[in-house]
């Protein structure tokens, strides 16, 4: 007998059978099992992120690759996002597909593999945003001087609100609307970037007032911490602002990528306060030094051209100065006036006396002249009147020779017209004499059926039937009291009238007959 002895092997036929999924199963229960929750260090590759939400990325090292997948939920509570090229820290679970044989890690979280990385991820970030003109000075708007509103992206909770707050009051107390949001952790980033484009749609003369300038403020902390404010979404919404935007994220030496896109940049949430608005008090007293140079300056203004009016008044000449030679012309020329004016008179006198010894036959030689001038044109204007009715005549008989076929169109065409009137006029007299006839006949007829109507309606026709007419007195009866009360009676029939004669003189009651009796 061996002192080892070798165990048989088992034969074929006796080992158990697996299916597929019943062996693949086995070997997730394994690795699961086994690699509960792994945190894995490596360099992110070959990242795809399809319409769905989920996230899929390589983790690997010089030597192996494991695939990793991170579902829609779990990457919308990830505070970094893996890109290509990055070393990170990755914290899920092992397991299987056994769609495709193969394993993969779940990631639950990614944090970057030490600050080296998180700071490189950062400047590859801010190097592509800036290639893209999201930080070109270009850009960014200027900052109002005197704000009416102002809006606050912060947390409602922490020190920073207060501090703004604070500031504001004591230089220029301003309104002022806060948007609460998450500063730090999964959420800040989609809250940050939601609050400026939600001011921003804000619209003017609304009931909610629209700010005039924007503060992004938060108190300083860690790399980590300050993430939120490093992401595409908030640099995106910093950049797209219409609102002028100052950011106040961190200390003074800290730097987002917020703080490039921002149109100013604050060292402190207190900065941007200052940054903000103006000192009320230093306006007030800039005002009033303003507002006393002003006086000043109209004082001595009107000070110098009172003076420069005064010394230009020295230098004009006194009235009487201005005045004594004109007043003296005007003596001498008085003077000389009366003696002008015999002068002129003397003249005028002598020549109407040459003119007033004109003698007859100059008279008469003057208006031989004029009459054989006179007859000269009225000979000259007879020979152009003469010319002138030759050349109208001629015009006029050209004229007429055109105008002969016109006017026999024209006389032939009244005589038709006349032929067609009298033809109308003869219709029309027609049917004059036939209108009395016609009308004529038609009353004929409407009185024959009135009479035959009259005729059927009579009483007459009514006596044929075996009717009666009662008169009294020559009058019609209608009851039996006019009929007691009448003399004398008539009954009318169809074919004639009957009288009844005369009725004795009626009796006082209980003398005559039978009361009711006729007779």
Known sequence: MDMFEDSPAPAPGNSPEYTVSELSGAVKRVIEGEFGL???????????????????????????????????????????????????????????????????????????????????????????LQAEGLFDPARKKPIPYLPQVIGVVTSPSGAVIRDILHRLRDRFPRHVLIWPVAVQGQNCAAEVAAAIRGFNAIEPGGPIPRPDVLIVA????????????????????????????????????????????????????????????????????????????????????????????RDLGRALPRPEALLAGPAQRLDLWSGRLAGALGIATARKRAAFERGARLRPEMLLALIRQRRDALDRRAGEADARFDRRADARRAAFDKWASRLEPALHRLIT???????????????????????????????????????????????????????????????????????????????????????????????????????????
């Not at 060292?267 to 005002?287: F, G, N, Q, S």
Request: a positive charge; proline letters at 4%; glycine letters at 10%.
């Open 413 to 519: 065409q009244a005589a038709r017209q006349q032929e067609e009137g009298a033809a109308r006029l003869a219709k029309l007299s027609a049917r004059l004499d036939a209108a009395p006839v016609a009308r004529t006949a038609e009353l004929t007829r409407r009185v024959e059926a009135l009479d035959r109507t009259l005729r059927t309606l009579g009483y007459d026709q009514t006596l044929k039937r075996g009717f009666a007419v009662v008169r009294g007195d020559g009058q019609v009866v209608t009851s039996r009291s006019a009929a007691e009360k009448a003399q004398q009676l008539e009954i009318q029939f169809a074919d004639g009238r009957l009288p009844l004669g005369a009725r004795p003189p009626r009796k006082t009651k209980g003398d005559g007959p039978e009361q009711g009796s006729l007779f």
């Open 38 to 128: 792994v945190r894995v260090r490596g360099e992110v590759g070959r990242v795809s992120r399809p319409s769905s939400g989920h996230l899929y990325f390589d983790l690997k090292d010089d030597r192996s690759v494991i695939a990793a997948v991170s579902w829609k939920g779990q990457v919308a509570r990830m505070q970094v996002r893996p890109e290509e090229g990055m070393e990170v820290v990755a914290t899920g679970r092992m397991t299987t597909f056994p769609g495709q044989s193969k394993y993969q890690l779940i990631v639950e979280d990614v944090a970057p593999a030490g600050a080296g990385a998180l700071m490189a991820m950062l400047e590859k970030r801010r190097a592509a």
């Open 218 to 309: 938060r108190g300083g902390g860690s790399l980590e911490d300050l993430w939120g404010f490093n992401e595409e979404i908030v640099v995106r919404a910093a950049a797209g602002s219409r609102i002028p935007l100052i950011s106040a994220v961190g200390h003074e030496t800290d730097t987002t990528l917020i703080d490039h896109a921002a149109d100013l940049r604050a060292p402190t949430p207190t900065a941007a306060a200052e940054l903000a608005v103006p000192v009320r008090m230093e306006l007030l007293a800039t005002v009033e030094g303003l507002s006393a140079r002003l006086l000043r300056a109209l004082s001595l203004g009107h000070q110098r051209r009172d003076q420069r009016l």
